[in-house]
């Protein structure tokens, strides 16, 4: 029986030995394509981004059913809603004066200016949304059983986090719904007893919506909130690993 | 004799199961680009179809009818008109974060975790408790915005005769029952927190004047609900044999939840009119308002 021969390498091998196995792809990326068992788990291992997950988790974990990558789809409206924010932010400025006029100029004068403002809303909404559904699934799965009784906690302060910056994002446009709707949900905040006026007059910087406001809503939407939000998620998805990863039946 | 108090071990993560393993890259990997790619598309479609409000400029005089919070905090909006403004602003909120926060610290048994509902008769409790909660919630909505007293006249004919009128709302409690005047002005003396409150009148000494049927509507009657009915709910489930372990307790507890915010919201946000009357969804009008003049208010 004959030995088997090594082939010669055709020409694809050849695009594909240039591609990955030269001194600048090597120098970025250390491993080889992922298309082996041994290179995948290295690019999992050595990537700071992909490193948030382990390099091989239970068959379980990657059946949609078990999550429908709820907490990874809150997670991803963050990081594009931290993109449409950050160009609208090269647009819009956060005075009594302009922030109508600049929300008008967006829409109309900037190139694909609306799309970015619509982008923004909607995936407000749906963060909103996905964030409370993520609550929902891991409540239902029992996901907050002992290892997880304290990322549960951190899951709960980042729902109200979630809340707080849809809640300040809300004022921006400064038009006739933002302002009211930001009125109605101060008068919430004020009517508590004891420190309501005064946590309302914080919130506002005043004793009702206006400049000091805006500016207050601002700067807590743009990096206060987002800030505090990257801090507890760091901790949530840390401690994810921590705990051994997603619940699995024991 | 020794005798050692020993703290309840905290549990520790489970061992891995090596070989019921898959590599990261590309089983979850690849789910992931493609639920972020189905997200973005779906989302870029949504914003090139459907543009984000913006109506006219801010105007700290005209007020429209009716003014409404963010669509997630129309729950709290709704809960306002039935009940005392900082118990349904604040408190109830507060609490019941505490109370979601410290599930895990109440159910610390391990089993059923990472698997759906995960006990017996967790199926059943969730859809039960949720339609409790949901049903229950449109029921009191109803009645205290007096819509059952109508339907119950208008629609079948049946009026309970004066000596039921009380119980046409939450309000008529107190204006329908014959209190004694004493009730209405029941001397106590609370702390007063003149430093904090810039409108508490008089001094820390002033005695206060409780309006005890104002009390029971505003703050008796909610608390008795809201707290009662999930009581008698999980008590009940626990009686016929469907809540056992205190998992049970806490899906019964959460679904009812989810049954009365849902319903919280979505009354907040589609059944709500003008003066914040309960219409129907394809009634409902905002109108601009009137410079200069306040809207109605409820």
Do not use: M
């Given at each position: 029986m004959a030995v088997e021969q090594p082939t010669r390498p055709t020409i694809a091998d050849k695009i594909y030995d240039k591609m990955f196995h030269n001194y600048l792809w090597k120098s970025i990326f250390r491993t080889g394509y992922p298309n082996t068992p041994r290179n995948q788990m290295l690019v999992v291992a050595t990537n700071v981004f992909l490193h948030l997950h382990p390099t091989r988790i239970h068959r379980?974990?990657?059946?949609?059913?078990?999550?429908?990558c709820l907490g990874g789809l809150s997670f991803f409206m963050f990081l594009g809603l931290t993109i449409t924010g950050i160009l609208l932010m090269f647009y819009y400025v956060p005075s009594v004066d302009r922030a109508y006029l600049d929300i008008q100029n967006i829409q109309?004068?900037?190139?694909f200016g609306q799309l970015m403002r619509n982008m923004h809303r909607w995936m407000a909404h749906a963060m909103v949304i996905l964030v409370f559904m993520h609550m929902m699934r891991v409540f239902y799965t029992g996901a907050y059983k002992p290892p997880r009784e304290f990322n549960w906690v951190v899951g709960v302060i980042l729902l109200v986090l979630t809340f707080l910056l849809s809640f300040t994002g809300y004022l921006l446009p400064w038009d006739q719904l933002a302002f009211w709707a930001i009125t109605v949900g101060t008068n919430i905040a004020g009517s508590a007893p004891v420190l309501g006026p005064k946590s309302r007059f914080w919130l506002l910087g005043g004793l009702q919506v206006g400049p000091d406001a805006l500016i207050r809503f601002y700067t807590l939407h743009v990096i206060g909130l987002p800030l505090l939000a990257a801090i507890f998620m760091a901790v949530h998805f840390w401690r994810i690993r921590r705990d051994g990863g997603l619940a699995r039946p024991l | 004799m020794a005798t050692a108090v020993v703290a309840r071990p905290v549990a520790r993560p489970q061992a891995r199961a090596r070989d019921e393993e898959v590599l990261v890259w590309p089983d979850l990997v690849f789910i992931e680009f493609i639920a972020a790619m189905v997200f973005t598309l779906t989302l870029f479609l949504l914003a090139f179809l459907i543009n984000a409000p913006l109506l006219d400029q801010a105007n700290a005089d005209v007020t429209p009818n009716p003014s409404k919070a963010p669509w997630y905090l129309l729950n709290l909006q709704e809960l306002l008109l039935h009940m005392n403004a900082a118990m349904a602003g604040v408190i109830i909120p507060t609490i019941w974060l505490v109370i979601l926060g410290a599930f895990p610290y109440f159910d610390r048994e391990q089993d059923g975790q990472g698997e759906w509902f995960g006990t017996e008769g967790a199926v059943k409790i969730t859809i039960a408790a949720g339609l409790v909660g949901f049903l229950g919630c449109w029921a009191l909505i109803l009645w205290d915005s007096g819509k059952l007293a109508f339907f119950m006249h208008?629609?079948?004919?049946i009026s309970g005769g004066d000596s039921l009128?009380?119980?046409?709302?939450?309000r008529s409690f107190q204006t329908q029952l014959p209190w004694p005047d004493w009730s209405k002005e029941i001397t106590y003396l609370p702390f007063n927190l003149k430093l904090l409150s810039s409108d508490a009148p008089g001094g820390p000494t002033q005695f206060q004047h409780l309006d005890f049927p104002g009390w029971i509507v505003e703050q008796g009657i909610p608390i008795a609900v809201m707290v009662g009915l999930p009581c008698i709910m999980i008590y009940t489930m626990w009686r016929i044999g469907w809540v056992q372990t205190r998992r049970d307790a806490v899906l019964a507890l959460f679904s009812g939840f989810i049954g009365a915010y849902g319903v919280l919201t979505l009354v907040g946000t589609a059944f709500r009119g003008q003066g914040q009357e309960l219409v129907f969804p394809w009634e409902l009008k905002v109108s601009e308002g009137i410079p200069g003049q306040e809207a109605g208010g409820h």
């Open positions: 379980t974990h990657v059946k949609i059913t078990h999550t429908y109309t004068n900037v190139q | 208008d629609w079948f004919g009128r009380f119980l046409a709302d939450v």
